[in-house]
């Protein structure tokens, strides 16, 4: 992801509001970047999957999802040598269980966050996440670095 101007953001959330909400958030944070929306862990790896697809540079995955939760989308993610160098954010929807982030990092996900319910926290978060140096973060993953606030 060196070049900030063409991120390309996939958001797998089976909750249709919370969809709309990140959609808006980066819109109205002025990131004209290409946004694709899965529902489910499932239509997740079924369209990284697709060769007529664009390759995301970077997955937020909601952990609670039926058909397949996000935490086994995220192994099955990780056990794909294609995806292996993708940013992975997972996303909780109300807290920081520790063992919800010591599941995450564990299968691979590259960070933490807790789904902001303010829209212009969320605004700031998503700025934070994209303005991130993930050719760096993805050389040093550590627990302590790994839950990312506002």
Known sequence: MDNKENIRILLTDDDQD???????????????????????????????????????????LDLNMPIMSGFET?????????????????????????????NTFGLGANA???KPVDFDDLKKLLRKVIEMDWKEKLKHSALESFIITI
């Not at 959609?23 to 079924?46: R, S, T």
């Not at 995220?74 to 010591?102: C, M």
Request: hydrophobic share 45%; charged share 25%; glycine share 2%.
């Open 18 to 60: 919370d969809r709309d909400f990140f959609a808006y958030a980066i819109e109205d944070i002025h990131l004209n970047f290409p946004v694709e929306f899965c529902k489910n862990g499932l239509e997740l790896l079924n369209r990284l999957y697709d060769k007529n697809l664009f390759v995301p540079d970077i997955i937020f």
């Open 74 to 102: 995220l192994q099955q993610i990780r056990e794909d040598v294609l995806f292996k160098d993708i940013p992975v954010i997972a996303i909780y929807s109300t807290s920081a269980s520790e063992e919800g982030i010591k």
């Open 112 to 114: 933490y966050i807790v």
